[in-house]
T-cell receptor
Framework: DVKVTQSSRYLVKRTGEKVFLECVQD?????MFWYRQDPGLGLRLIYF???????EKGDIPEGYSVSREKKERFSLILESASTNQTSMYLC????????????FGPGTRLLVL | DAKTTQPTSMDCAEGRAANLPCNHS???????VYWYRQIHSQGPQYIIH???NNETNEMASLIITEDRKSSTLILPHATLRDTAVYYC????????????FGEGTQLTVNP
């Protein structure tokens, strides 16, 4: 079974804090993704990575950065958290040949006060 | 990407087959049909995908019409844990990356 884990299920942070969200997958997948999901806005891609040390901007990268130092780990960083970054954050991974077959983690529900 | 149309909601009795339809009349020849679901407060879960042949795995079956303009996801023996929003997506395989979910179908399995 593919397993994608995220460091926290729930997180509460204050405005201006630096926030790290960690994601780890155990299937040796090349591709990893960070999405956020908000009511009425659906799933939106923040960043993705096709390989170690590679990253590409998704649709809404502003206010976020990512790091992929190892193949199995993809981190999302909120440089200075703001209230409009309160959301459900979802990490996913996929094998190289079928990028649309994405396996998601359980999600991190982040509240920024 | 081709647009998909799904019913907003469906009900199914526990133990019966759940048949979830999806229309994708503008699908092109190299686009795959993917199905995902999302149980409340959890991450989306990949179910199955296909190009033109019917597909089956341990979770579900996917029936694609001969003209490929519609498909049906079948959960053969629905359980209460299958209550979720089901998303049908049409994408060109291997060329893209981002997944975009539409409204999906809220399937409620009743005891």
């Amino acid at each position: 079974d593919v397993k994608v884990t995220q460091s926290s299920r729930y997180l509460v942070k204050r405005t201006g804090e630096k926030v790290f969200l960690e994601c780890v997958q155990d299937m040796d997948h090349e591709n990893m993704f960070w999405y956020r999901q908000d009511p009425g806005l659906g799933l939106r891609l923040i960043y993705f990575s096709y390989d170690v040390k590679m990253k590409e901007k998704g649709d809404i990268p502003e206010g976020y950065s990512v790091s992929r130092e190892k193949k199995e780990r993809f981190s999302l960083i909120l440089e200075s958290a703001s209230t409009n970054q309160t959301s459900m954050y979802l990490c996913a991974s996929s094998p190289d040949r079928v990028r649309e077959t994405q396996y998601f983690g359980p999600g991190t529900r982040l509240l920024v006060l | 990407d081709a647009k998909t149309t799904q019913p907003t909601s469906m009900d199914c009795a526990e133990g019966r087959a759940a048949n979830l339809p999806c229309n994708h009349s503008t699908i092109s020849g190299n686009e795959y049909v993917y199905w995902y679901r999302q149980i409340h407060s959890q991450g989306p879960q990949y179910i199955i995908h296909g190009l033109k042949n019917n597909e089956t795995n341990e979770m579900a079956s996917l029936i694609i019409t001969e003209d490929r303009k519609s498909s049906t996801l079948i959960l053969p023996h629905a359980t209460l844990r299958d209550t979720a929003v089901y998303y049908c997506i049409v994408r060109v395989g291997t060329s893209g990356s981002r997944l975009t979910f539409g409204e999906g179908t809220q399937l409620t399995v009743n005891p």
